[in-house]
Antibody, heavy 119, light 108 residues
Framework: QLQLQESGPGLGKPSETLSLSCAVS??????????WGWLRQPPGKGLEWIGS???????YYNSSLKSRVTISVDSSKNHLSLELTSVTAADTAVYYC???????????WGQGTLVTVSS | DIQMTQSPSTLSASVGDRVTITCRAS??????LAWYQQKPGKVPKLLIY???SLETGVPSRFSGSGSGTEYTLTISSLQPDDFATYYC??????????FGQGTKLEIK
């Protein structure tokens, strides 16, 4: 059974780079039928798509975050990673790692990890 | 980018009521539309995908419909467990996903 487990620093300072990781179990992260994504949800607010990565290496980012975001896969560790640069308080959110179904919707989610950006 | 407008933002209803939530897209999303339910402090749960396909294990009182730019989620007879926030998601293009702003379903 697929399991996704996010991990992160919990707290970050403005202007720093945020690095999150998602450990995937129950599936091989680089297999041809697996696609992955990151989403986030600020406290008390709605869901926002950050970006998605596909087995063929294609990566797509939310246009509003594109200049600050990098998503990558480490096949040796079966991990998905997210890096967000120049963070501000507006980046405070629960960050979710997700799997995309073959038709594109998010069908499995990690439990999420809260990241607070504060000086 | 495709904008998703959900309505209403808040909905007050009673157990047993039939309720409908609407999502309008700024352009045709070709039925690539999903609905999620989220309870406080919990991970969103997939209810409907491809506009009208019921996810395995989801009660049949939930249904989705629509096409083009307008989609609806209907709960035929509200149960106490259904009071939550609901989000639509369009995934017409792999390069750009977007959620509606959410509908909070409250007990009247």
């Amino acid at each position: 059974q697929l399991q996704l487990q996010e991990s992160g620093p919990g707290l970050g300072k403005p202007s720093e780079t945020l690095s999150l990781s998602c450990a995937v179990s129950g599936a091989f992260i680089s297999s041809s039928n697996c696609y992955w994504g990151w989403l986030r949800q600020p406290p008390g607010k709605g869901l926002e798509w950050i970006g998605s990565i596909y087995y063929n290496g294609n990566i797509y980012y939310n246009s509003s975050l594109k200049s600050r975001v990098t998503i990558s896969v480490d096949s040796s560790k079966n991990h998905l990673s997210l890096e967000l640069t120049s963070v501000t308080a507006a980046d405070t959110a629960v960050y979710y790692c997700t799997r995309l179904s073959v038709t594109g919707h998010f069908d499995s989610w990690g439990q999420g990890t809260l990241v607070t950006v504060s000086s | 980018d495709i904008q998703m407008t959900q309505s209403p933002s808040t909905l007050s209803a009673s157990v047993g009521d039939r309720v409908t939530i609407t999502c309008r897209a700024s352009q045709n999303v070709n039925s690539w539309l999903a609905w999620y339910q989220q309870k406080p402090g919990k991970v969103p749960k997939l209810l409907i995908y491809k506009a009208s396909s019921l996810e395995t294990g989801v009660p049949s009182r939930f249904s989705g419909s629509g096409s083009g730019t307008e989609y609806t989620l209907t709960i035929s007879s509200l149960q106490p467990d259904d009071f939550a926030t609901y989000y639509c998601l369009q995934y017409d293009s792999y390069s750009s996903y977007s959620f509606g702003q959410g509908t909070k379903l409250e007990i009247k």
